[in-house]
């Protein structure tokens, strides 16, 4: 795996992970760091070794934000031309599941890259928020949008335009994180689900994932003729057959993840 200035890549058997490495900013996320982690990802997602993806921040936070130091100077110009949240588009293209293990604040940017995770486990520790509001400019990478579309429109607004940190039991309560671990434990039990989904038929794993997500796009209609097609293609796989024969033998399967 290539080697990165700002995050470290490893693998562990069938899972990648991708840990965010600038502790002493709180991982705060400058662009280099971006488009490193956006690297990684696209790496991993075409690496047929990896089956699942983990996402995490070294030091005391998954990560605080946006880089303020870095944009601060900026104009709007400068903005458009650097076109610095293009790099956040591929995250929404990536195929596999992509797991976050969040741990003290995710905050801004953090909590944007926490909200492309498809899901979140999150230590007792970790407060979630988006205080943009407080430097009087709003979230840029997709934060309206997914927090939005998870909670409504009307809590969202109330944490956007307060800029408050929501804690874990009201994250869960959100729908924004699926679990709570204690602080030492989160990543290692990332890991261990990770390990446990990377063994289900991974073209299963992957269409279930692009026809949830068409569910927050499309119409009802529309959703279910797209999942309709994703079910039937599946019908012309390896695993499917294997997984049916299995069954009807009274064996466990072995998938091929094709
Ligand atoms: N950018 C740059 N540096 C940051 C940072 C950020 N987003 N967040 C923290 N840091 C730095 C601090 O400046 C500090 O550096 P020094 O030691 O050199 O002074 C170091 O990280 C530790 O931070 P604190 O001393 O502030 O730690 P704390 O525990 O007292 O407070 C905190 C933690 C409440 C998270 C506080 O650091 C904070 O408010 N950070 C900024 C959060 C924020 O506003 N994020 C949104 C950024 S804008 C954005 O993200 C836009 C977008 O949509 C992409």
Request: net charge negative; aromatic share 10%; hydrophobic share 45%.
């Amino acid at each position: 795996m290539i080697n990165y200035q700002h995050i470290q890549v490893e693998q562990f058997e069938k899972i990648g992970t991708i840990r965010l490495n600038r502790p002493k900013v709180l991982n705060a996320l400058n662009r280099k760091m971006v488009h490193e982690i956006v690297n990684a990802f696209i790496e991993m997602d075409q690496d047929d070794d990896v089956k699942v993806i983990v996402l995490f921040g070294n030091g005391k936070a998954f990560a605080a934000g946006a880089d303020i130091g870095e944009m601060a100077q900026n104009d709007a110009v400068d903005l458009e031309l650097l076109n610095q949240f293009a790099d956040w588009d591929h995250l929404a293209l990536i195929k596999k599941p992509i797991i976050g293990a969040v741990h003290g604040f995710a905050l801004g940017g953090g909590f944007e890259l926490a909200l492309v995770c498809d899901l979140l486990f999150a230590a007792e520790d970790a407060k979630f928020g988006f205080p943009e509001i407080n430097l009087a400019v709003m979230p840029g990478a997709g934060g309206t949008q997914r927090l939005t579309k998870l909670m409504g429109k009307t809590k969202a607004l109330e944490w956007l335009w307060s800029g408050e940190m929501m804690s874990v039991e009201e994250a869960v309560r959100f729908g924004i994180i699926n679990k709570i671990f204690p602080k030492e434990l989160v990543v290692e039990e990332t890991i261990k689900y990770a390990k446990k989904l990377a063994e289900k038929p991974a073209l299963s794993v992957r269409f279930i994932k692009e026809a949830v997500n068409k569910a927050i796009d499309y119409s009802l209609y529309e959703g279910m003729q797209y999942e309709r097609k994703n079910f039937s293609l599946l019908f012309s796989s390896e695993d499917q057959k294997e997984g049916m024969r299995a069954f009807l033998e009274k064996r466990k399967p072995e998938f091929k993840g094709r």
